[in-house]
């Protein structure tokens, strides 16, 4: 399983930006789909995920009304809308996949199975 992530960049405080993850040798319909961030200096940290099955949704509390998890499940794809951005959200992005995940373990990183690369995105202020 191959998980590349596109999208970031930089833009201004109060921009949008969004964020792509495609999958590649494996649908992931079953799976559970999340995006991390890392910002410098800080511990990789849980940002959004979508649950396996009925693709409920799950945010962190900073970016609860400002972002949108979706799945595309026909292209393997995993989208993170990202609006009214804002400076403490610079950070590398990652996104990542759990086959086996349990609801309680949907916020750790260790849950997860399949990581992909980063992709930077930088708020200016």
């Known amino acids: 399983v191959q998980l590349q992530a596109s999208g970031g960049g930089l833009v201004q405080a109060g921009g949008s930006l969004r964020l792509s993850c495609a999958a590649s040798g494996r649908t992931f319909s079953r799976d559970t789909v999340a995006w991390f961030r890392q910002a410098p200096g800080k511990e990789r940290e849980f940002v959004a995920a979508v649950f396996r099955g009925a693709g409920n949704t799950y945010y962190e509390d900073s970016v609860k009304g400002r972002f949108t998890i979706s799945r595309d499940d026909a292209k393997t794809t995993v989208y993170l809308q990202m609006n009214s951005l804002k400076p403490e959200d610079t950070a590398v992005y990652f996104c990542?996949?759990?086959?086996?995940?349990?609801?309680?373990?949907?916020?750790?990183?260790?849950?997860?199975?399949?990581w992909g690369r980063g992709t930077l995105v930088t708020v200016s202020s």
């Open positions: 990542a996949l759990g086959s086996r995940l349990i609801l309680s373990t949907i916020r750790s990183a260790s849950a997860y199975d399949y």
